[in-house]
């Protein structure tokens, strides 16, 4: 286990699939990430590499071929190696492998690098293209956050504010978890979404092309929350596994298969391209209050 820090702030991540472990405010000793408690859903905040969300059968095709690939690729699984750490910022790299390369062909090399900066987490995302072909792929983040957050009250006590007013469709998903291709009407020129955990009992809130930047866990009851931060990326899942105490606000640079999905890797929704040595960079961050 890992550790940055600061006056405000206390980071561990675990080399294991670079995941977040523990996040928690100095000055009122709060954990805000979630247990990991295994009876509900025993990840963390996972990194989704080299797609987001599930793939119809499994399966793509590529130059005529067929790869298998589970749900939400593969990093999130791989031991990462440390290639810079300093009291307050740390970075992870990984890239490809034999292993990797029969379930996704394409030479790369992943950095994701955590930094504090007083009451801010910032999670910065590099990928580059180390091949000779054009190379597809998503990223995308899955940070788990405890909810409820302060003693004495309850989930349902808690919302979700937007930074801007929003009216968009939810995405449904299927039991496979492959996107049905009609939104339903869902958020009405509104900012905010009080919590409740039936809201996940279909699986996650899909969104595309949010108004909003950023979106906060908030009560009435406690001056206690965090708002996550997320310019540039074009979707958003938000999620809970059953009536477990935690919510993912997960913003991603790609999105599941859709039911009528070709299954050709560059025809999938949300897929990014880089040329050979190409590098493409984001970054979302968080701040806990």
Known sequence: ???????????????????????????????????????????????LFPIVGALKENTYQY??????LGRHGFAREMEFEVTEHTATSITFNIQDN?????????????NIRYSIQD?????????????????????GAH??????????TTFEDYSLHFSDPETAGLWPLTPEGLVIPQPNP????????????????????????????AISIRSDKTPHGLTVHFPGFPYMGIWNAKDADFVCIEPWYGISDHENTSGKLEEKEG?????????????WSAVFF
Request: negative net charge; hydrophobic residues 40%; aromatic residues 14%.
């Open 271 to 283: 897929i990014l391209t880089l040329l050979p040595e190409q590098i493409f960079q984001s970054q």
């Open 98 to 110: 034999d292993l990797t390369l029969l379930k996704y062909p394409f030479p790369f090399s992943l």
């Open 63 to 68: 130059k005529g071929q067929s790869y298998q």
């Open 143 to 152: 940070p788990a956050f405890k909810v409820p957050l302060a003693n004495g």
């Open 1 to 47: 286990m890992l550790e940055i820090a600061n006056e405000y702030l206390q980071v561990k991540i675990s080399t294991a699939g670079a995941e977040l472990q523990s996040i928690i405010r100095k000055d009122n000793q709060l954990e805000y990430l979630w247990s990991g408690d295994p009876v509900f859903w025993g990840k963390k905040s996972p990194v």
């Open 119 to 139: 009451a801010t987490l910032m999670v910065g995302y590099e990928v580059q293209n180390m091949g000779d072909e054009a190379m597809y792929f998503s990223i």
């Open 186 to 213: 869902y958020l009405d020129h509104t900012t905010e979404l009080p919590l409740r955990k039936s809201l996940f009992y279909k699986d996650a809130l899909v969104f595309k092309h949010l108004a909003s930047t």
